[in-house]
């Protein structure tokens, strides 16, 4: 075992959102400190939301992040229906789904084989691995074009929707809209199928961890907008609660607050923690299929969510063919709105995990005060606590090693540093 | 199908992001030219959705900014399929590939136009809310121009393709 001190820094992560950078200490042998440092300037949106009538807050917080608006603009119109004691249901609630769907599917087709399989393969980025494998990178092209086509039909437009409003939408599609897009989804839903069997032959590094998972869950289905925040641990709370099991930090090296359990410190949210808390809300169909990917109803190797959000893919997939399937033009697109003075909170499952809102109101339904907590915030001290644990593991190996594994280690969280701030540099310390 | 029925201009880049907005503006400069069979568009998304809509045309061209900053207004003509195009120094999103990736991709995949050339005009300041710099802004009228007495001639010279 080496005993010298090496420090590894990687400047600039490629292939994750934002910018941010990774420095490993490493002393007599071990990661003495691993450190995921958020650069990127603050955005300020919370404060840039206070004074604003809840009519604009879906256009502006979906404005944080241009893959995952909906469920910013999601997590939003759920706090204010909340705090004006509105409730949406039936069709509109079905086309939120929908929605959701939508940005799942070309968020999860994106972060799978454009971003993270090269990983595996031994490929530098989607390119060079195009030119091995050319069929599987256009069946994900046309996975996220499915994706896409039901945000442009649902929300107005493919990047940052336009249709979401409080109490429903601004205009709700005809029932002739929405069934073309359900032969593009049975499509879609054979290229995910394919899609998760590939990436399950995958060689995964041998490597789990004791994660306290965070999700939500509903009583019946799998959750994207509806549920109680529940943990692996013994977390089983209404969602206007989460401030007495959670709490955000600031830390000198990071210009996005951490999230940790007020009790535990670092906790996960995302596909893994999702899938393990709700593996029994998947239909017996994809259960099997995700067994078939050799995947038990937990898995708590990082570098298997690759096969989890393809089963995640797969789901929301067959979720959209059957809301299509199911749909019935609703009366009208938004049910009506009237403002008070109070206090709403809203969580809804991005594809990296959950969103966390909470927005004070004054009488005319102006926002006093505004709380957002992004995924990728609250998963910064797990990923920190992955990367120190994956070096350690191949502590000896050069430095362009375990440069390579921690950043196939940052990727796992697909993390969206501009959302949390709001890319990353990776240095490694050994002197 | 002759090449001077399917001719795609795409201008590329956020209007609201200072010299960003050049490829836009290239488009606003030619949008009272309107020869049959070119279109105008603008992009400022995703540049996978390109592959989609250069698809039915046999000559593209892209406009986008270059943030060398090195000499603002400068003009590259670029044709991807003799050099490709520069990387930016640094990744810039995993939500997105860039335009370089984009077309290498497309390339790769046999989807990309049989006739794509790429026009990049450095930029100097890329500030939210800010203006064109007005060198970058002189060079988006001199590609217009470039586009309407130089590029479209020499393919509507060229011999029909099957496309």
């Not at chain 1, 896409?148 to 929707?161: D, K, S, T, Y």
């Not at chain 1, 999702?274 to 998947?282: E, H, K, P, S």
């Not at chain 2, 050099?83 to 989807?111: K, M, N, Y």
Request: net charge negative; proline share 7%.
């Amino acid at each position: 075992m080496s005993t010298e001190t090496r420090n590894i820094r990687v400047d600039y992560l490629a292939r994750v959102e934002g910018e941010g950078a990774l420095d490993l200490h490493i002393r007599d042998g071990r990661v003495s400190s691993a450190q995921l440092r958020i650069f990127e300037p603050p955005r300020l949106f919370e404060a840039l939301l206070r004074g604003r009538s809840h009519a604009e807050i879906p256009d502006i917080v979906a404005r944080i992040c241009g893959i995952c608006p909906v469920a910013y603009q999601m997590s939003a119109v759920h706090a204010i229906e909340h705090a004006f004691g509105i409730h949406v249901a039936g069709p509109l609630r079905e086309l939120r789904r929908l929605l959701y769907c939508g940005e799942w599917i070309e968020s999860h087709a994106l972060h799978v084989t454009m971003l993270h399989a090269p990983d595996f393969l031994g490929f530098d980025d989607v390119v060079q691995m195009a030119r091995a494998h050319g069929d599987r990178v256009r069946g994900a092209i046309a996975l996220k074009k499915a994706g896409n086509h039901l945000i442009q039909v649902l929300g107005g437009r493919e990047i940052h929707p336009v249709s979401v409003k409080v109490g429903g939408f601004h205009r709700v599609p005809r029932r002739s809209e929405l069934l073309p897009l359900a032969e593009e989804l049975k499509r879609a839903q054979e290229q995910a199928i394919e899609l998760l069997r590939w990436v399950s032959g995958f060689e995964f590094p041998d490597y789990q961890r004791d994660y306290e998972f965070v999700a939500l869950r509903h009583p019946d289905e799998y959750p994207f907008n509806e549920g109680r925040l529940v943990s692996s641990g013994d977390i089983d709370i209404d969602i206007a609660d989460f401030d007495r099991e959670f709490e955000e930090r600031h830390v000198a090296h990071s210009t996005a607050l951490q999230a940790r359990l007020r009790r535990r410190g670092a906790y996960l949210v995302g596909p893994l923690a999702r899938y393990a808390l709700n593996f029994d809300r998947l239909s017996p169909e994809l259960q099997s299929l995700a067994r078939d990917a050799g995947l038990g109803p937990v898995c708590r190797n990082p570098f298997q969510s690759i096969v989890v959000r393809a089963v995640e893919l797969v789901y929301a997939c067959t979720e959209a063919l059957r809301i299509i399937d199911a749909y019935v033009e609703p009366e009208h697109a938004a049910v009506d709105v009237a403002p008070r003075a109070g206090v709403g909170y809203g969580c809804t499952e991005a594809p990296r995990g959950i969103c966390w809102h909470r927005y004070q109101f004054d009488q005319d339904g102006s926002v006093v005060e505004a709380r957002i907590v992004p995924p990728t915030s609250q998963n910064q001290p797990s990923i920190e606590a992955d990367l120190a644990a994956v070096a350690d593991a191949i502590i000896d190996a050069p430095d362009e090693v375990i440069r390579h594994r921690c950043e196939q280690s940052i990727r796992n969280y697909d993390p969206c540093i501009s959302c949390a701030t709001h890319f990353l540099n990776l240095t490694i310390h050994r002197p | 199908m002759s090449l001077s029925g399917r001719l795609l201009i795409i201008g590329l880049g956020n209007p609201d992001r200072g010299d960003d907005g050049v490829g836009a503006l290239v488009i606003q400069e030619l949008g009272g030219w309107h020869p049959p069979g070119v279109q105008l568009i603008t992009r400022s998304g995703d540049p996978l959705a390109l592959l989609d809509d250069w698809a039915s045309f046999n000559a593209v061209i892209c406009i986008d900014a270059a943030a060398t900053e090195a000499r603002p207004g400068r003009i590259h003509r670029i044709d991807p399929a003799i050099e490709p195009l520069p990387q930016p120094p640094l990744p810039t999103s995993s939500h997105a590939l860039g335009l370089a990736d984009t077309i290498e991709l497309a390339r790769v995949l046999g989807r990309a136009p049989p006739h794509l050339i790429v026009y990049a005009i450095e930029g100097h300041c890329f500030d939210s809310g800010a203006p064109v710099t007005p060198a970058v802004a002189a060079a988006a009228t001199q590609v217009a121009l470039l586009i309407t007495t130089q590029e479209w001639p020499a393919l509507a010279r060229m011999p029909p393709t099957n496309g």
